[in-house]
């Protein structure tokens, strides 16, 4: 369905019934990589294509992190949900923090997948800036090309990977641009998830993320205070690589804090 948050229309999947979850897609993709979570039965699942991707391809893209969490605080407002749990892939998880940091009283739980609390290193913020150069000359196909390979395990089935790259062609080169200009900027959330101790976390890696290695889930674990569920034959994208893993570990999660 179409969901108007502000002035622009926000491509979202709704489906299910019961306590709400929102999905936040990593970049460049979109809540296509939920497929395998939306199923999850007893749950209301609510996951948009953030502007500039997926079906929000031609929605306006958003500038920063903290605007795509206040967002997703609106949208859920908009679908009449004041409390709910968030969970989100990589960028989705800065985007999942960024929601706490703007809206705390309406976060009732969080699972973070493949992710990080900390800031872009300098390095890690002028690649970012090389990368919207490039796609600025040459068009998104580059990124595309050397992104497939870095989401997934070197192991994952082409008809995944085929997959994989159909997602990141749905984006536009200017939504591409604006989400790696927010997560150059991001900032650190250290301090918001280390004073957010009563908050229920789940933290979710898979074994051979390239990009958010275990190490960097083990860190996030210990300053959220969550529990770290490590998840053999995935990279970066656990929850669909290995969905029927992921789900497990999320379905014993969420009967635990609902
Ligand atoms: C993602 O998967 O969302 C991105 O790889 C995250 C990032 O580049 O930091």
Same mark, same amino acid.
Request: charged residues 20%.
């Given at each position: 369905?179409?969901?108007?948050?502000?002035?622009?229309?926000?491509?979202?999947?709704?489906?299910?019934?019961?306590? @709400?979850? !929102?999905?936040?897609? @990593?970049?460049?993709?979109?809540?296509?990589?939920?497929?395998?979570?939306? *199923?999850?039965?007893?749950?209301?699942?609510?996951?948009?294509?953030?502007?500039?991707?997926?079906?929000?391809?031609?929605?306006?893209?958003m500038e920063s992190?903290e605007e795509m969490?206040q967002m997703?605080?609106?949208?859920?407002? *908009?679908?009449?949900?004041?409390?709910?749990?968030?969970?989100? !892939?990589?960028?989705?998880?800065?985007?999942?923090?960024?929601?706490?940091?703007?809206?705390?009283?309406?976060? @009732?739980?969080?699972?973070?997948?493949?992710?990080?609390?900390?800031?872009?290193?300098?390095?890690?913020?002028?690649?970012?800036?090389?990368?919207? +150069?490039?796609?600025?000359?040459?068009?998104?196909?580059?990124?595309?090309?050397?992104? $497939?390979?870095?989401? $997934?395990?070197?192991?994952?089935?082409? #008809?995944?990977?085929?997959?994989?790259?159909?997602?990141?062609?749905?984006?536009?080169? +200017?939504?591409?641009? @604006?989400?790696?200009?927010?997560?150059?900027?991001?900032?650190?959330?250290?301090?918001?998830? +280390?004073?957010?101790?009563?908050?229920?976390?789940?933290?979710?890696?898979?074994?051979?993320?390239?990009?958010?290695?275990?190490?960097?889930?083990?860190?996030?674990?210990?300053?959220?205070?969550?529990?770290?569920?490590?998840?053999?034959?995935?990279?970066?994208?656990?929850?669909? #690589?290995?969905?029927?893993?992921?789900?497990?570990?999320?379905? +014993?999660?969420?009967?635990? !804090?609902?």
């Amino acid at each position: 369905m179409i969901v108007r948050v502000a002035d622009r229309e926000i491509a979202c999947i709704v489906t299910g019934d019961g306590p @709400a979850v !929102v999905w936040i897609h @990593a970049f460049p993709l979109n809540s296509g990589i939920f497929r395998g979570q939306l *199923t999850i039965p007893g749950f209301r699942h609510i996951s948009p294509d953030l502007p500039g991707f997926g079906g929000s391809h031609k929605a306006r893209p958003m500038e920063s992190i903290e605007e795509m969490g206040q967002m997703i605080a609106e949208l859920m407002h *908009t679908l009449g949900e004041t409390k709910f749990l968030v969970a989100g !892939v990589s960028m989705g998880g800065y985007i999942a923090l960024a929601t706490l940091r703007v809206a705390p009283d309406q976060v @009732a739980a969080m699972i973070l997948m493949d992710t990080r609390e900390i800031a872009d290193s300098d390095q890690g913020r002028a690649t970012r800036y090389q990368q919207i +150069a490039q796609i600025r000359e040459e068009g998104t196909a580059p990124l595309a090309e050397s992104m $497939v390979e870095k989401l $997934v395990a070197p192991y994952a089935a082409r #008809e995944l990977k085929a997959e994989v790259r159909g997602m990141i062609e749905e984006a536009s080169p +200017a939504g591409v641009m @604006a989400a790696l200009e927010a997560m150059a900027e991001r900032p650190d959330s250290t301090r918001l998830l +280390a004073g957010s101790a009563g908050l229920e976390t789940l933290v979710i890696v898979g074994e051979d993320d390239a990009i958010t290695p275990p190490s960097e889930a083990e860190r996030l674990a210990g300053v959220s205070g969550g529990r770290l569920e490590r998840i053999p034959g995935a990279g970066h994208l656990a929850c669909l #690589e290995q969905s029927e893993i992921v789900n497990a570990a999320i379905m +014993a999660f969420l009967e635990e !804090v609902v």
